[in-house]
Each structure stands twice: as C-alpha cells, then as structure tokens.
C-alpha cells in the first residue's frame, strides 16, 4: 500500500505527558501537513512541511506541539504536557508539489486523561 | 466570522434525488476549491476540486464556483446510501486548506 501511514491509529495518555505521532507520506509526494480534527468540526490546520522545511506553523498552536520532518520523509508531531483539551484526531496529509489535492491518513486518535 | 461557512446539517435526502451543499468563504485571495467527503471514523477523501469560476462535472457530482460571490457548492445527483456523509468544504490560500465544519448528509431510502 502506497498510502499515507500514521502510527499509532490510537493514543491513551495521562494529562501532563508526552506524546509523539508519526506520519510516513506517499513516497513521491513533498509537502506534508498535519491537521487536528475534533467532533463536529472539520480539519483545523496545525502545520505544514516543504520536504524538510517547516514552511508554517498556525498561530493557534502552542509551543508544546513541535513536529520535524528531518529528511524531508516521514514527519514527527510531538506533544509535550499533555491537556485534556487536546483530545482529538490528528491527521496527516501529503501532495505532490504545490498542488492542495490532500491525501490524508487514517489519523491518530489521541485521549488525554 | 470563521473562514470558510457551510451549514451543518444534517440534510435529508430521499435516494435517487439531488443533494445540494453550499459553502461561502471570506479571503478573497482563495486560489482553489475542495470538496472531500469523510465517512464517520474515517479520514477526508477527496472527491471534488475547482479552480475557475463555473461548474466542473465528474460523475455524479457536480461543483460549482463564483469567486465574485466567494460561493462554492457541490451537487449529488441521484443520491445514494452509500453518498450518506459528511461534506467539507476545503479553499486553499497559499499553499494550505483551510476547512469548514462539514455538512452531513443522509439519504433516505
């Protein structure tokens, strides 16, 4: 399957800890973004990456999320001190150039305790 | 005023009739249009997109665009079961996707 890989599908965590997904996009494909999912709502944008460049970051994250894509491959989202608040679905997605036709994971399911 | 608008829903409607989805936008600068479907427990896929104001037909879908309105819509004609879903309207604006909440259909049969 040459699809977007996400690990692990599901995350249980007490409050206060740290947490660390990862995404393992279309092998052909450059950008990679990392989106956040919550019941009833659609994908909020988190991130994004231009093979290993960090090109932007929303202003609504808090500098307890980091994410790293360090060969321009697979990402890293990390999740320092969890809150009960993030719960929620994290997924990523990858594209080929500076196209937006997404192609997303399954996502990571995270509860925070 | 969030960025891109669709109604939540849900929307009923009978099998083998016309669905109809709106979703209204507020940055002017919006390059590109997406409609993805996302069944429940599952990721978006994306079914749709539009780049020019008209109508784009694929299938049984239809999208539909006017950028002086900042208005897109997509069409389901001869709605099935397997169409009940959830809607999201993607626009993107340098590079990202920004989504709105999602419209949830039901067909009925």
């Known amino acids: 399957d040459t699809g977007v890989s996400q690990d692990p599908r599901h995350k249980i965590t007490k409050r206060g800890q740290n947490v660390t997904f990862r995404c393992d996009p279309i092998?052909?494909?450059?950008?990679l973004y990392w989106y956040r999912q919550t019941l009833g709502q659609g994908p909020e944008f988190l991130t994004y990456?231009?093979?290993?460049?960090?090109l932007e970051k929303s202003r609504l994250l808090s500098d307890r999320f980091s994410a790293e894509r360090p060969k321009g491959s697979f990402s890293t989202l990390e999740i320092q001190r969890t809150e009960q608040g993030d719960s929620a679905m994290y997924l990523c997605?990858?594209?080929w150039g500076g196209g937006e036709k997404l192609f997303f994971g399954s996502g990571t399911q995270l509860s925070v305790l | 005023q969030k960025e891109v608008e669709q109604n939540s829903g849900p929307l009923s409607v009978p099998e083998g009739a016309i669905a109809s989805l709106n979703c209204t936008y507020s940055?002017?600068?919006?390059?590109?249009f997406f409609w993805y479907r996302q069944y429940s427990g599952k990721s978006p896929e994306l079914i749709m997109f539009?780049?020019?104001?008209g109508d784009k037909e694929d299938g049984r879908f239809t999208a539909q665009l006017n950028k002086a309105s900042q208005y897109v819509s997509l069409l389901i004609r001869d709605s099935q079961p397997s169409d009940s879903a959830t809607y999201l309207c993607?626009?993107?604006?340098?590079?990202?996707?920004?989504f709105g909440a999602g419209t949830q259909v039901v067909v009925t049969p």
């Open positions: 993607a626009v993107s604006t340098w590079g990202k996707l920004q």
């Open positions: 997605a990858s594209s």
């Open positions: 092998s052909e494909h450059n950008r």
């Open positions: 990456f231009q093979n290993e460049a960090q």
């Open positions: 940055d002017r600068g919006s390059q590109s």
């Open positions: 539009i780049y020019s104001n």
